[in-house]
């Protein structure tokens, strides 16, 4: 029985609405009539519609229909000018308090966007241009009396009105007045000196005056350039401990095997450490005196047999040799030598064979490295002369558009 009853609830909803549907369709509603398309206000410019138009073609199309704003009646844009004018004065002041008392730029509009006109001024130009620029510095301190012409246009109507103003000169500050008195004042000791040079005055109205061109280099950044160059000086000082130290490394590394290889030579003929460590040391030096150069690995040798000889022990001496060296190569050798040094020189000879063989295979390794960094560099210089080959190539190509 309820679903009975709800079902005739339901069909008699359905019922209703194509009822509803019919009404509406008899009375014309959902039907906008193209006669009664409703124009923009005025200034709005034109508005275009979207309507579906049935009988144009076989079947109902949608087109845009253009609609242009609404013009205003002779008497509408007559009541409309008048109303505009009445409002006029007030939106033109800009600063200024009234049109009775002119001393700023004014605001002339040119156009009254609420009621879509156009407002097109005429002015004398000395005193006020067509922008609403004020020209009062000359104007007389009670008032220069100005006329402003509006032709108010909202497209198919035109009226002209006039408008009058009173001009002052505009307020100065104290400085304003300060700097206009010393112009004058300058003016009349240019006219008075004549000559090839003007000489500008010391002082004006009990005030000492220096002068300085505004254009010149000023001098407070000159404590700044020294800033810089202690900076820079400090920075240089930097780079050259850094590159000092790195060329010694390489020095040292490059030196290594034959350091290694001498001391086994001199190991092999049967010397004990230290005689070999001197006679490396005393060959170092017979070569500096024949005009050979000085060499990092070998100084410090000599400075440890200089140790020795002042009776440091000889496996301290050693130990600073390492350490002042910095590298692990000769590291490795002094403890080596110290070691070896206790415990007698049995297998010595073959532990610095080995030591010479890896350093030759290091040297060689190091060697390849500072091959490959050298080639690297070249790559820039590499392209810069490809770059400009490229340019002598494409500049005809490019000069001849």
Not at 9 to 16: E, K, R, S
Not at 128 to 140: L, N, R, T
Not at 259 to 285: C, I, N, P
Request: aromatic content about 8%; glycine content about 10%; hydrophobic content about 35%.
């Amino acid at each position: 029985m309820e679903k009975n009853r709800k079902r005739k609830i339901q069909l008699g909803c359905v019922l209703g609405g194509f009822l509803l549907y019919g009404a509406a369709a008899a009375a014309g509603l959902g039907r906008e009539d193209a006669g009664v398309v409703e124009r923009e206000p005025h200034g709005e410019g034109t508005a275009v519609h979207r309507l579906a138009v049935d009988g144009l073609l076989e079947k109902e199309t949608e087109i845009d229909v253009p609609v242009n704003e609404r013009l205003y009646t002779d008497s509408e844009a007559e009541e409309l000018f008048e109303r505009i004018w009445e409002e006029l004065p007030g939106m033109i002041l800009g600063e200024n308090p009234s049109l009775s008392s002119v001393r700023t730029d004014l605001n002339l509009l040119s156009r009254v966007d609420e009621y879509g006109v156009e407002i097109r001024w005429k002015t004398d130009g000395e005193w006020i241009d067509s922008f609403g620029k004020v020209y009062g510095e000359k104007a007389s301190p009670e008032g220069e009396e100005v006329w402003l012409e509006a032709e108010l246009s909202d497209g198919s109507h035109q009226a002209a009105y006039e408008l009058a103003l009173t001009l002052f000169p505009p307020v100065k500050t104290a400085g304003e007045q300060t700097v206009e008195r010393f112009l004058e004042e300058v003016r009349r000791e240019d006219e008075a000196q004549g000559g090839e040079k003007f000489v500008l005055p010391d002082s004006f109205e009990g005030r000492k005056l220096t002068y300085r061109d505004p254009e010149g280099k000023p001098l407070w950044a000159l404590p700044f350039f020294g800033i810089l160059a202690a900076a820079f000086c400090e920075t240089e000082e930097k780079e050259q401990k850094k590159r000092s130290r790195e060329r010694r490394e390489r020095e040292l590394l490059r030196d290594y095997p034959e350091v290694v290889s001498k001391l086994a030579v001199f190991l092999g003929a049967g010397l004990t450490v230290r005689g070999a460590w001197e006679r490396v040391v005393r060959s170092y030096e017979k070569g500096l005196s024949e005009g050979g150069k000085k060499r990092y690995a070998y100084e410090e040798m000599r400075q440890a047999l200089e140790q020795m000889e002042k009776k440091v022990p000889e496996g301290k001496a050693y130990q600073e040799f390492g350490k002042s060296c910095g590298l692990h190569p000769y590291l490795k050798l002094a403890g080596l030598l110290e070691q070896n040094r206790r415990e007698g020189t049995k297998n010595l000879r073959a532990m610095m064979r080995l030591e010479m063989a890896s350093a030759f295979e290091e040297r060689k390794t190091l060697a390849r490295r500072q091959g490959e960094e050298a080639g690297t560099k070249l790559l820039l210089p590499l392209f810069l002369m490809l770059g400009v080959v490229m340019a002598m190539v494409m500049a005809p190509a490019l000069l001849s558009f």
